[in-house]
């Protein structure tokens, strides 16, 4: 069923009794040519491009809970190409090219919304690297629009410009950056996954992976055993878990991210904003409520679930940037399993077990990369080559000491 304005005229004018489920319930088969463990946004659009742009249609996603269920469904939303070092923009770039054209290659509201991001300066020298982060963008065919105080005035007059401690100077803004409605990309590629054949297996927790001569052929899962030519694990924040079954350690460390949202409001907040002086950023839904969030809890866990200190500390972010938000009520607020690498940077690669491919070491910046994600681990699996925007995003490259530390922060996870 193809959706459309024609589809919901005629579907309401009958009483709305004809939609169908947006994908499947199959029982998994014995074999398949590749199965992504993890139903995620990376692990569905994974399997999305290597069903459209591969042509590998017996494939299945296994997925532990229900699709939307993991980060994909708990982040806030944010997508952006904004970074610094060549190993990460081009990619970044690439993905937030798919984002333009997603609604339309899988015939789903995703509610796409460019609706621009700001990353707020408030000292000269952060203003400096505002500009060769700029610069950094525009050489790699990104957008990138260096503000004024004059110029933000215009458009976020609701900031604390005059702040005492941290006054803000001006931002830089990729206006092409914005939101995404989060839980509908997975729904978005869940159904045109499965509309090429794909099948989604949901309730079907991976236990443990078949090995045969050293080599992964499959793996063992709540509902049996589902061999497979090819494995793909994309399950974030319990990437190290699902990994330790397999007998690999790697440099992933998880860590709780929270997310709050506010009551519903009038619209205040043109886009995405993001303050310098602390680490706090917020957007408003289409429904009204401020979305927003800051650091991540700071100690391992896989708990979805995070603590008070955190909300304290979020909230002082956000009274510091916009003292008026501390009018507004605070609606809901969740928490989401990070897969914090050492470097703040990813990992699309083979592992040293033949058939067995890893995507992970998301931080907490891979809904952005969803469709670039996707996209480049589809190549990966299809080709067995690492795709030219994630040639950087190796897992040897601890050893080889060619680290991708955007933030500078060192091997410090929590603080990437
Ligand atoms: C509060 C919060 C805010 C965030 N904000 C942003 C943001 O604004 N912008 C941004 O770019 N990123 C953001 N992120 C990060 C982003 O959400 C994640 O990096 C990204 O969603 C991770 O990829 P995924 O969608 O595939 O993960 P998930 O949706 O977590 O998918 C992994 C799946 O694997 C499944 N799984 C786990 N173990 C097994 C198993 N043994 N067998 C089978 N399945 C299994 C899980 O159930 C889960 O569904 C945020 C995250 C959080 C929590």
């Not at 970044?92 to 290659?105: I, R, V």
């Not at 052929?217 to 497979?228: E, F, H, L």
């Not at 009520?329 to 969740?334: A, G, I």
């Amino acid at each position: 069923m193809r959706y459309s304005i024609w589809s919901v005229l005629k579907q309401g004018l009958r009483s709305n009794r004809d939609w169908k489920p947006a994908w499947r319930d199959p029982e998994p088969k014995a074999s398949y040519d590749a199965i992504i463990v993890g139903g995620g946004g990376h692990g569905l659009a994974t399997a999305y491009y290597l069903a459209s742009e591969h042509g590998m249609t017996n494939i299945a996603v296994i997925e532990k809970g229900w699709i939307g269920g993991g980060n994909v469904g708990r982040n806030t939303t944010i997508i952006r190409s904004n970074y610094l070092l060549p190993g990460n923009e081009a990619f970044y770039e690439l993905s937030l090219k798919l984002w333009e054209g997603l609604e339309q290659s899988i015939n789903y509201n995703a509610m796409v919304s460019q609706r621009g991001i700001i990353n707020l300066f408030h000292s000269d020298a952060q203003r400096d690297a505002a500009v060769r982060r700029g610069n950094s963008m525009l050489m790699h065919g990104a957008d990138a629009t260096l503000l004024d105080e004059h110029d933000l005035r215009q458009i976020c007059p609701f900031l604390d410009f005059e702040n005492a401690r941290f006054p803000i100077k001006g931002g830089l803004m990729q206006k092409r950056g914005g939101s995404v409605r989060h839980d509908a990309v997975a729904w978005g590629y869940a159904r045109a996954a499965d509309l090429l054949g794909v099948d989604i297996i949901q309730n079907c927790e991976v236990t443990g992976f078949i090995m045969e001569s050293g080599k992964c052929v499959g793996v063992d899962t709540s509902r049996g055993k589902i061999r497979a030519k090819k494995t793909g694990v994309a399950v974030a924040g319990s990437t190290s878990r699902v990994m330790g079954k397999a007998g690999m350690r790697l440099p992933i460390e998880s860590h709780v991210l929270q997310a709050f949202v506010s009551e519903g409001l009038k619209p205040i907040i043109p886009g995405v904003v993001t303050y310098g002086a602390g680490h706090f950023y917020i957007s408003q839904s289409d429904k009204g409520g401020l979305v927003f969030g800051g650091d991540i809890d700071g100690y391992n866990s896989y708990a979805q679930r995070g603590n008070l200190p955190v909300v304290e500390d979020v909230c002082e972010g956000g009274m510091a940037l916009m003292p008026m938000i501390g009018k507004a009520r605070l609606l809901r607020m969740w928490g989401g399993i990070m897969d914090m690498s050492m470097d703040g940077s990813p990992f699309i690669d083979k592992t040293d077990i033949p058939g067995l491919y890893l995507n992970a070491g998301w931080c907490y910046g891979g809904f952005k990369a969803t469709p670039g994600s996707g996209w480049c681990f589809a190549h990966l699996l299809a080709t067995d080559q690492s795709h030219d925007v994630a040639k950087a995003y190796r897992i040897d490259r601890f050893q080889s000491g060619a680290a991708l530390d955007e933030k500078g922060s060192g091997a410090q996870p929590n603080l990437h």
